[in-house]
């Protein structure tokens, strides 16, 4: 693409900027050494559509939906790992990758859930440390025949719960190994699909046998040097929109007895709910906590993640908070319409930018602010940050780390497009 800034110009510019942020009392260069340490988990199955390599031919169920049909989805491990290293290489920093159960090499053999093993899983702990990824891992809930009924760890059916409580077990060994393997600690988060399409009769008794489900899971003690147990809850999905066993006072109230994360989903609650207010609440009783960025449109309809107001917030609160050690975050999402590498750098690097953002801000003179009763100043300083020119900082750092300055990126996805995804069939 042409008119694309040279390095001189880019190097000018943020000298400016940095300028400009020391008369506020913000040390750029610090702000990004801060951005380069944090890593995001990039969800593997934005690049097949939540498919899989169990029976990619059957098909989502479990109220997940993948709306498109853009040419170039991955069909095999090996043209996902190649598909992820192609984002990986557009995206600033070094980030972990997010992983489903569904995505075992079994050989072509037909390996049922409950009995998966860390062997399964060998091809991916050893492309992650051939690249320097750190992996999180989660059961599959969901697009299985005994999942059908729409209930999994609440199923009132002993035999059918066990076999998924027996999955979660397998599940938990799988994020251990991963931990032990690459010597950074796999969170493995717990989602599942469970609720009423209308107005149950009773409410309390799934909720109970979750309990009983999640317990059972969770009985065995692992180093949390290697595996970190997470809960996500949901407010409503296809299929399950009147109730939901696991939903998110389920899931905190969970977490903060069993002393688990808690996963919170920015498109798992009420379109006008806000996830950056709950961060700091939650964190109060709960040791860490693991984030989802997506982005609904009307519903939880995982959109690609763009720069709104609310994904700025929640950065905002992270840090404001001094949340950085405490809050893992992830991306989940999947778009189907659009080319599904772009839509992972898109979606990456617009929350490093929300990060970025939230990093160079002045937070103690805020804070001095709000406690003094200076609401006027706090006000006018915020607006004022808005307009700053953190554009320069940011396609700065985006030099420092080698990756493309701008709209660059979209000439490396249209070149790999050309050569890669479009010969895929």
């Known amino acids: 693409m042409n008119n694309q800034p040279s390095e001189q110009s880019i190097r000018q510019a943020y000298a400016l900027a940095r300028e400009r942020y020391a008369a506020l009392g913000v040390d750029t260069d610090q702000a990004l050494q801060r951005l380069a340490g944090i890593a995001l988990s990039l969800h593997c199955w934005q690049g097949d559509d939540v498919r899989g390599f169990e029976a990619p031919e059957a098909g989502l169920s479990g109220g997940i939906a993948a709306t498109g049909n853009y040419p170039g989805r991955a069909r095999t491990p090996e043209e996902l790992r190649q598909d992820l290293d192609t984002a990986y290489r557009l995206i600033p920093g070094r980030h972990r990758l997010n992983l489903h159960a569904i995505y075992a090499e079994t050989g072509g053999r037909r390996v049922e859930r409950n009995e998966l093993q860390p062997e399964h899983f060998a091809g991916w702990a050893d492309w992650a440390m051939e690249k320097g990824h750190g992996i999180d891992f989660n059961p599959t809930f969901f697009s299985h025949p005994l999942a059908d009924s729409g209930f999994t760890l609440t199923h009132p059916d002993a035999g059918i719960r066990r076999f998924w409580i027996e999955h979660g077990i397998a599940c938990r060994n799988i994020g251990e190994y991963f931990g032990k393997t690459l010597g950074t600690p796999c969170i493995t988060n717990i989602w599942i699909p469970d609720g009423y399409k209308d107005l149950p009769a009773d409410r309390k008794g799934p909720r109970q046998r979750l309990i009983e489900s999640l317990d059972a899971i969770l009985a065995e003690k692992i180093d949390p040097r290697f595996n970190r147990d997470s809960v996500e809850g949901k407010l409503f999905g296809i299929g399950s929109e009147s109730y939901v066993a696991g939903s998110h006072e389920f899931y905190l109230a969970y977490a903060v007895t069993r002393r688990i994360l808690v996963c919170l989903d920015t498109g798992h609650f009420h379109p006008t709910e806000l996830v950056s207010d709950k961060i700091s609440a939650a964190l109060l009783f709960v040791d860490e906590l693991l984030l989802h960025i997506s982005r609904g449109v009307r519903w939880d309809s995982d959109h690609v993640v763009i720069l709104t107001e609310e994904l700025l917030a929640i950065m905002q609160e992270i840090v404001r908070g001094g949340f950085l ?30 990060l970025l953002m939230a990093l160079l801000e002045p937070t103690d003179r805020l804070r001095e602010m709000e ?18 020119p953190h554009q320069a900082v940011w396609d700065y ?11 660059r990126f979209m000439d490396e996805i249209r070149a790999y497009e050309t050569s890669v995804l479009a010969k895929r069939g």
Not at 397 to 407: A, H, M
Request: hydrophobic fraction near 50%.
């Open 325 to 354: 050690e405490r809050v893992h975050i992830g991306l989940d999402y999947f778009d189907a319409s659009i080319n599904r590498v772009a839509a992972w750098v898109i979606g990456a690097r617009s929350a490093l930018k929300a």
């Open 397 to 407: 750092y985006c030099l420092q780390q080698g990756v493309p300055v701008g709209i």
């Open 371 to 388: 406690l003094a009763g200076d609401f006027t100043g706090r006000l006018a300083l915020v607006e004022e940050l808005k307009t700053m």
